[in-house]
């Protein structure tokens, strides 16, 4: 039996002991240097094989390879950050890109009903004009041009967009959306393959918030941010938000900052979380009663070691007449009331604090 070696084009490598000869790009450049984009190209490639009989013979296969573009030729992000109702920040504008670009466009959509003032200012020495033009309710165009004999190129924060949070309203998450992108390269040709990543504002009212991370997280502990006021403290509450949405408590904390990373225990399922002022560091807050669906038990929400007094009335305004009928000294922070106490009676509860 005749052996036979086979030779590859260049560029591809090969194994001879293979049935189907492995093919593998290049070897990346060194650390620290940019290897560009492998995709969008169509790849020709020749398979010679020859064997050692006498006489000799060989047969030659052509075909193609076609690498699809997944990657964009560039990346552009815009940042995160939280800021507390009636103040001003800004998030930065940032470009990752293997090409020379020659302009930049993109539409930023983000709500006015919360968001007022956007200001976009240069930051990068290379950009020499970034203009900011509003296209109508929550949309506004982007522009930013290099300096002459500058481009784009790398990894940079090129502006940041600034704004002004209204004084007035709950605590949000607020995206900042990043639409229609459009750039030309250095030669004047459209950038038609391009990546954006979305921002986001958490804006901070009176109520806490809290922001779940996959990162960090495990099978037995979760990952949580906690937004609220410095000086104040909040409980961090789970739930399995089952018929009667019984809340556990958690942990109690007193911020130090606007934020606070945290690490809570989370079990396997579905569970959810949530924060609560709990009345030390920036005033008692009130108890309350809720209604979890029609015909179930109420369920009352107070400061555990505190005894509250859940009364009755058959009418609401004038001439109601609130009767105690039931006393709960708390033992947590969430509790259900007895069976007796039921959404589904005609009649008006209230809860009064000592």
């Given at each position: ?327 709960v000294p708390m033992t947590n922070t969430v509790q259900a ?18």
């Amino acid at each position: 039996m005749a052996t036979c070696p086979f030779n590859r084009s260049p560029g591809a490598s090969a194994q001879a002991h293979r049935r189907v000869p492995p093919l593998k790009p290049p070897p990346a450049s060194s650390a620290g240097v940019r290897v560009p984009p492998q995709g969008g190209t169509t790849n020709a490639l020749r398979l010679i094989v020859r064997d050692n009989g006498s006489p000799a013979l060989s047969a030659t296969q052509s075909w193609s390879v076609i690498v699809r573009d997944t990657l964009g030729d560039f990346r552009l992000s815009l940042g995160r950050t939280n800021v507390f109702r009636g103040e001003t920040s800004s998030v930065p504008l940032r470009l990752s890109s293997g090409i020379e670009l020659s302009d930049l466009r993109f539409t930023i959509e983000a709500p006015i009903v919360s968001l007022t003032n956007f200001t976009l200012t240069p930051v990068a020495a290379e950009v020499s004009s970034a203009t900011l033009t509003p296209e109508g309710t929550n949309r506004s165009r982007v522009t930013l041009t290099p300096a002459p004999d500058e481009v784009f190129l790398g990894d940079s924060e090129l502006a940041r967009l600034g704004f002004t949070a209204l004084p007035a309203g709950p605590s949000l998450i607020l995206p900042l959306l990043v639409k229609d992108v459009e750039a030309r390269r250095s030669d004047g040709s459209l950038v038609n393959n391009t990546a954006a990543e979305d921002g986001r504002v958490i804006l901070v009212g009176e109520e806490p918030l809290l922001e779940a991370h996959r990162a960090g997280s495990t099978a037995g502990t979760k990952h949580l941010t906690l937004y609220g006021r410095p000086g104040r403290s909040y409980e961090i509450q789970s739930s399995a938000l089952n018929a009667l949405a019984i809340w556990t408590m958690l942990d109690e904390v007193e911020l130090a900052a606007p934020s606070m990373e945290l690490f809570v225990p989370g079990p396997v399922g579905s569970i959810f979380y949530r924060a609560a002022q709990s009345g030390t560091g920036g005033g008692a807050s009130q108890a309350r009663l809720e209604i979890t669906r029609p015909g179930t038990a109420l369920v009352l929400h107070g400061h555990a070691g505190v005894s509250y007094t859940v009364e009755f009335s058959s009418k609401l305004g004038t001439g109601a007449q609130w009767q105690p009928v039931l006393t709960v000294p708390m033992t947590n922070t969430v509790q259900a009331l007895p069976d007796q106490i039921r959404t589904n009676a005609t009649g008006f509860y209230r809860v009064r604090e000592p």
